[in-house]
């Protein structure tokens, strides 16, 4: 069975904070995707990669970055957390085919 | 020139009845149509997916249409059951690269 793991699937961080959220995944893809879900708005795209230390922004970039220092794990970083990145992360893995395969997502609280 | 545009935002069907869910593009380099089925809790999984050189594609009681000319597709379930109450994207691609991402249809099926 196809596998994206995401590490946590609940995270409540404090204002400023630093945040970490990783996901690997086992289907050996060459792209890997974060977005971030929100009521009404849908999925938006925050960085997806293409190759191992590849990267290229979504379309909400601001206040993240991202690392693929291996082509199975991509982590998604807030580099100072803020209440207005409250939301469910996503992240995803596709490979020739096109199709994505998501993990189960990670609902992350700010305070 | 990203955008997919899709509608209705919830949609209400009774049991056995077709739900239609409809979606437009702009980007006509996008290659690559897939539907999305989200159950509360968990990520987004695919459900099927279509490629712009044929017009329709059926799967069970799921079928894709697609009008290349007028850049719209849309999902149509026959015979809904309520086990197919959730929330349903469709998205689009191009290169296998960035899935571009509708806003979502919340489908209820009544009893």
């Known amino acids: 069975d196809v596998k994206v793991t995401q590490s946590s699937r609940y995270l409540v961080k404090r204002t400023g904070e630093k945040v970490f959220l990783e996901c690997v995944q086992d289907?050996?893809?060459?792209?890997m995707f974060w977005y971030r879900q929100d009521p009404g708005l849908g999925l938006r795209l925050i960085y997806f990669s293409y190759d191992v230390k590849m990267k290229e922004k979504g379309d909400i970039p601001e206040g993240y970055s991202v690392s693929r220092e291996k082509k199975e794990r991509f982590s998604l970083i807030l580099e100072s957390a803020s209440t207005n990145q409250t939301s469910m992360y996503l992240c995803?893995?596709?490979?020739?085919?096109?199709?994505?395969?998501f993990g189960q997502g990670t609902r992350l609280t700010v305070v | 020139q990203q955008q997919v545009k899709q509608s209705p935002q919830s949609l209400i069907v009774q049991k056995g009845g077709i739900s239609i869910i409809n979606c437009a593009y702009e980007?006509?380099?996008?290659?690559?149509f897939p539907w999305y089925q989200q159950f509360p809790g968990k990520g987004p999984a695919l459900l099927i997916a279509i490629r712009p050189d044929v017009s329709e594609k059926k799967e069970g009681r799921f079928t894709i249409s697609f009008n290349k000319s007028a850049k719209q597709f849309s999902l149509h379930i026959m015979d809904s059951q309520p086990g197919d109450s959730a929330t349903y994207f469709c998205a689009a691609s191009y290169s296998a690269s960035k899935i571009i991402f509708g806003s979502g249809t919340r489908l209820s099926i009544r009893p």
């Open positions: 980007n006509t380099a996008f290659d690559y």
């Open positions: 995803a893995s596709s490979g020739d085919s096109g199709g994505a395969f």
């Open positions: 289907m050996d893809h060459e792209n």
